[in-house]
């Protein structure tokens, strides 16, 4: 009788994590189709040199996603664990004062878009026959960034506050505008460069819209309430959001290296090759994100209750799945990366076919290191332990692929490049492996 309810307790365990996983892996997918939907249609619209200047543009992006994932992330994480308490009062509190900082991020943003967006994108390599379509995307981008933080505060508080689904129906209803909004805008409404922007900033618009009802009918359990900014708050939500942030900010600071690498080495068409790649790694690493998101609310609330051995049983669960899914989407980009390529290169630039190929087949060995190091830095988040969550995303972000893309690329030339990101990945994997083994005794 033992084992048998032992084993449903286990079953419950599982689908919990399925529940939530599963839902938020839709959304992340869907919500990854901001970029995937501009890559396509700008490709298509406006050719390699619209291709070049996304792809330019596209790293302050991450910066922003990363600083909504910061606030998001890390107030969600630590209202899950003050309600899993009952404590409610300090998770008004906490919520508050994530939306305090939020604006703080969101304010810096606006400022850089009004006043130095030619800067920017001076900065970012963009030379005279891009540098007119950088600048459009690059200030849309920055003026609508607090629609972007607050959505992605509110996706996370409201998947924390036990409505997954409607997280997950916001995530998609916003993306698939998005789409839709993209071919509008460029091709019957030929509103080039500034459509496609256009129809990225709506979106977050849209998945508010969407989210409202959580709160027009009083579902949420968390609210705004009169308060002061509160340093320790605000220290534990940042605790707590920093891998995050690292991860996305290290994703932009990482294309950034990359663009200027491949300019020196094949100019425009290799930048272009390489947004191809970059933009499909969105894709995937949404996935992996929708895993890991998916499994934070069941780890943090089991870890807040006391039950250890169910939070490492819901890790093993998201690994499990990650290494199933990797196995399926690099085979799917082998097999297929000609055909990748081609749905991006509508002028058939022969260049560009051969470089992004190439690089799709090698870029991609990274999948299952990649997926480990984030599903084990956001389990480390939602038990509290931000050290080594920040210590493998500062890893991953900084410390090991920057020397190693410099190194490689003078050594094997653009090969190099794309092989400095599996390497760096499985580095840090072995790293994390180590820190969760110390954790663990």
């Given at each position: 009788m033992k084992h048998a309810n032992d084993f449903l307790r286990d079953m419950d365990c599982f689908r919990e994590f399925a529940r939530y996983a599963s839902l938020n892996v839709l959304g992340?997918?869907?919500?990854?189709?901001y970029i995937l939907a501009d890559t396509y249609f700008i490709a298509s619209g406006l050719g390699a040199d619209g291709l070049t200047a996304l792809n330019l543009a596209i790293p302050v992006y991450s910066f922003i996603h990363g600083s909504g994932l910061l606030a998001g992330m890390g107030g969600g994480t630590r209202y899950s664990i003050f309600k899993s308490l009952g404590n409610h009062q300090e998770a008004d509190r906490l919520f508050t004062n994530t939306v305090f900082l939020a604006a703080a991020l969101a304010g810096g943003f606006v400022c850089a878009g009004a006043f130095f967006t030619d800067g920017i994108v001076t900065a970012l390599g963009a030379d005279a026959s891009v540098f007119a379509m950088t600048s459009i995307y690059l200030k849309m981008i920055l003026l609508c960034s607090p629609a972007f933080l607050l959505n992605n505060v509110l996706l996370c508080f409201v998947r924390n506050d036990g409505a997954p689904q409607l997280s997950m129906r916001a995530m998609l209803g916003g993306s698939l505008s998005n789409v839709a909004l993209d071919?509008?805008?460029i091709f019957p409404c030929r509103m080039g460069m500034f459509g496609a922007v256009l129809a990225t900033c709506l979106a977050p618009a849209i998945s508010l819209a969407l989210l409202s009802p959580h709160f027009l009918k009083k579902n949420n359990q968390f609210r705004l309430v009169k308060c002061?900014?509160?340093?320790?708050?605000?220290?534990?939500?940042?605790?707590?959001?920093?891998?995050?942030?690292?991860?996305?900010?290290?994703?932009?600071?990482?294309?950034?290296?990359?663009?200027?690498?491949?300019?020196?080495?094949?100019?425009?068409i290799g930048v272009a090759a390489y947004?191809?790649?970059a933009n499909?790694?969105?894709?995937?690493?949404?996935?992996?994100?929708?895993?890991?998101?998916?499994?934070?609310?069941?780890?943090?609330?089991?870890?807040?209750?006391?039950?250890?051995k169910k939070a490492h049983a819901v890790l093993r669960y998201a690994l499990t799945t990650m290494l199933l899914l990797s196995v399926l989407i690099y085979a799917g980009t082998y097999a297929f990366a000609p055909q990748i390529a081609g749905l991006f290169n509508k002028e058939h630039d022969e260049t560009l076919q051969r470089i992004a190929v190439e690089g799709l087949k090698l870029y991609f060995t990274a999948c299952p290191f990649v997926g480990?190091?984030?599903i084990l830095a956001t389990y480390f988040t939602a038990i509290a332990r931000p050290l080594p969550a920040n210590l493998i995303s500062l890893l991953r972000g900084f410390i090991v692929i920057l020397p190693l893309a410099v190194f490689f690329?003078?050594?094997?030339?653009?090969?190099?490049?794309?092989?400095?990101?599996?390497v760096t990945e499985l580095l840090v994997a072995a790293a994390g492996a180590v820190c969760y083994a110390c954790q663990k005794t």
């Open positions: 992340m997918l869907g919500l990854s189709c071919y509008l805008f002061c900014p509160n340093g320790r708050h605000l220290a534990a939500i940042l605790a707590s959001g920093a891998p995050s942030l690292v991860t996305e900010v290290s994703s932009g600071i990482v294309m950034i290296v990359f663009n200027t690498i491949i300019l020196r080495l094949r100019g425009n947004g191809v790649i499909l790694s969105l894709v995937v690493i949404a996935v992996y994100n929708g895993i890991a998101q998916g499994s934070q609310p069941v780890i943090s609330r089991h870890y807040g209750s006391g039950k250890q480990f190091n984030l690329s003078a050594a094997f030339q653009m090969t190099g490049i794309w092989c400095a990101f599996p």
